[in-house]
């Protein structure tokens, strides 16, 4: 049973065009989301997160949109640049709780 | 401030064989887990840990034993090596402050298991 799914397992979008990244979850109780960012032989890195308390959240070029009542999170980059090139993770994880749920990845590729 | 700390990152073992991979954090995090990532699996919770002396099962236990005897260290066991743990394990560490929360991750262990 995944809780939190990526459909996409790659994307590749040209540099300067905008890359959208997309999660769901099946779990209501979780009450904050978090993109991880993972280059090769690296260990992910936190890259932006929102709570359940909010629909959208900016941080530079990375802003990410939750949709709760599609259960669905989205992460977009404008504009996209090659340094983006990694495998991206959408996490979750509930009220009063530690344990992250994570999803299975998606590749983005940012072509020059 | 090195953050979280893995050792070792890469190591071989022989099926039966058993090891500990070693994680250490220096943040005062109350919270730590293991993951291992596999091609389309993603990063799969092993075991965590809510405080020291506190440990429980995460998604994927079997085969491996933790144990928390100080806030700072998070030791994983593999009591007897299978080839199906050949994986890329992560540690990480965290806070929760209300609903603000953040996991940092070490840089990984590549394990392989012939």
């Known amino acids: 049973d995944q809780q939190v799914k990526q459909n996409s397992p790659s994307l590749s979008v040209q540099e300067g065009r905008i890359s959208i990244l997309n999660c769901d979850y099946t779990n209501s109780m979780f009450d904050y989301f978090l993109w991880y960012k993972k280059y090769p032989a690296e260990g992910p890195t936190f890259l932006i997160s929102i709570s359940s308390i909010k629909d959208k959240n900016e941080d530079g070029r990375f802003t990410v949109f939750l949709n709760k009542s599609a259960k669905h999170l989205s992460l977009h980059i404008v504009p996209s640049q090659p340094g983006d090139s990694a495998v991206y993770f959408c996490a979750a994880i509930s009220s009063g709780t530690y344990k992250y749920i994570f999803g299975t990845g998606t590749r983005l590729k940012v072509l020059a | 401030n090195a953050g979280v700390t893995q050792t070792p990152k890469f190591q071989v073992l022989k099926t039966g064989q058993s090891m500990t991979l070693q994680c250490a954090q220096d943040?005062?995090?109350?919270?730590m887990s293991w993951y291992r990532q596999d091609p389309g699996m993603g990063l799969r919770l092993i075991h965590y840990s809510v405080g020291a002396g506190i440990t429980d099962q995460g998604e994927v236990p079997n085969g491996y034993n933790v144990s928390r005897s100080t806030t700072e260290d998070f030791p994983l066991r593999l009591l007897s090596a299978a080839p199906s743990q050949t994986s890329v394990y992560f540690c990480?560490?965290?806070?929760?402050?209300?609903?603000?929360?953040?996991?940092?991750f070490g840089q990984g262990t590549r394990l392989t298991v012939v």
């Open positions: 990480a560490s965290s806070y929760r402050d209300g609903r603000d929360t953040e996991a940092f």
């Open positions: 943040m005062n995090h109350e919270y």
